[in-house]
C-alpha cells in the first residue's frame, strides 16, 4: 500500500496522534487536509511539513466537529478546492476520567457527538468515492477501552466501543473491494487527550504517539481490521476472554477508582 500522491484527510490533527499522522504520512509522499479548532497549530504544521517535504501540498481547514452542519462544512470546502479525499483518519474525540455523576450531562452531549456522530457522518460522506474508485479507506481511532467497560469513564469508553464495532462491520462490507477500513485501539499515549481528560497520568506508561502511528499504518498495509497498539495493551484487551464480565469489571474499577477519586478531590 503507497500513499504516494494520495490525499489524507486528518481530523484532530493539531497534537498527539493525529499530528503524528500528518508527519509519518507526509514522509511517504500523502498530500494532506489537515483539520482541527486550533487554526494557528494547524498553519504552523503544515508550513513545517511542505517545508520538510517540497513533492506534497497541506490544506488546512481550521473546524470545531461539535458545530452543527460542520461535516457538510468540511465537504463542501474540500470539494470547492477541487480535491477528493482518498483516506480518512477518524482521530478527533475526547474523554474525562471521573466518577459518571461529576461531570456536567452537557460534556457527555459533546463526547458522544464528537466521538461517535461526526466520526459515522465523515465516514458517511467519503466513503462513496473511494467505494467509486474501489480504492482508499479509512482509519478510526478507537481505544484499548473498546474491548471492557471503563468504570470513571463510561461514556467515553462506550463510545469506542461503538467505534470498534462500526469500523469491524464496515470492513466486512468492504471485504470484496479493494477499500479499507481499521480501528485503531491504543492505550495511554503522550498527547493533549491524557489533560484534557484530567487524568493523572503518575502511575501510567504512555507510549509515543510516533509508535502508535508506525503501528497503525503497518497494520492498515496489511489490511488488519483492527490493531492494539503495544503488546501489553493487547494483553489487556484479552481480559474479558478470559475472566467473567463482573471481574472484568472489578479489575477495571480497581485500576481507576484511586486515581480519578484523587484527582476529582473527593
Given amino acids: 500500500m503507497s500513499f504516494r500522491d494520495k490525499t489524507v484527510l486528518i481530523t484532530g490533527a493539531s497534537s498527539g496522534i493525529g499530528r503524528e499522522f500528518a508527519v509519518q504520512l507526509a514522509k511517504q509522499g500523502a498530500n494532506l487536509i489537515i483539520t482541527a479548532r486550533s487554526e494557528g497549530e494547524l498553519e504552523s504544521l503544515a508550513a513545517s511539513l511542505q517545508a520538510s517535504h517540497s513533492n506534497i501540498w497541506v490544506k488546512v481547514v481550521p473546524l470545531d466537529l461539535l458545530q452543527a452542519d460542520s461535516v457538510k462544512t468540511l465537504y463542501s470546502t474540500i470539494e470547492s478546492m477541487n480535491l477528493s479525499v482518498d483516506y480518512l483518519i477518524n482521530n ?3 474523554g474525562k476520567f471521573c466518577e459518571f455523576t461529576a461531570e456536567g450531562f452537557d ?5 458522544l457527538t464528537l466521538n461517535i456522530n461526526a466520526l459515522s457522518e465523515l465516514s458517511y460522506v467519503f466513503l462513496p468515492h473511494m467505494k467509486a474508485q474501489n480504492a482508499g479507506g479509512i482509519i478510526n481511532v478507537a481505544s484499548i477501552g473498546s474491548f471492557q467497560p471503563l468504570p470513571y469513564q463510561a461514556v467515553y469508553g ?3 466501543a461503538y467505534v470498534l ?3 469491524e462491520a464496515l470492513s466486512g462490507e468492504l471485504l470484496d473491494s479493494n477499500v479499507h477500513v481499521m480501528a485503531l485501539c491504543p492505550g495511554t499515549t503522550e498527547s493533549n ?3 484534557n481528560a484530567n487524568a493523572d497520568t503518575s ?8 509508535e502508535v502511528v508506525s503501528g497503525a499504518l503497518s497494520a492498515f498495509a496489511k489490511r488488519r481490521h483492527y490493531v492494539i497498539s503495544g503488546r501489553i495493551n493487547y494483553l489487556v484487551s484479552l481480559v474479558p476472554r478470559i475472566v467473567t464480565r463482573l471481574k472484568t469489571i ?11 477519586l484523587k484527582k476529582q478531590g473527593a
Fill in 193 to 195: 487527550f491524557m489533560t
Fill in 158 to 160: 462506550a463510545s469506542k
Fill in 92 to 94: 478527533a474525540g475526547f
Fill in 165 to 167: 464495532s462500526f469500523s
Fill in 203 to 210: 502511575k501510567m506508561n504512555l507510549m509515543p504517539a510516533s
Fill in 250 to 260: 472489578k479489575i477495571v474499577a480497581s485500576m481507576f477508582k484511586e486515581s480519578v
Fill in 107 to 111: 460534556t457527555y452531549q459533546k463526547m
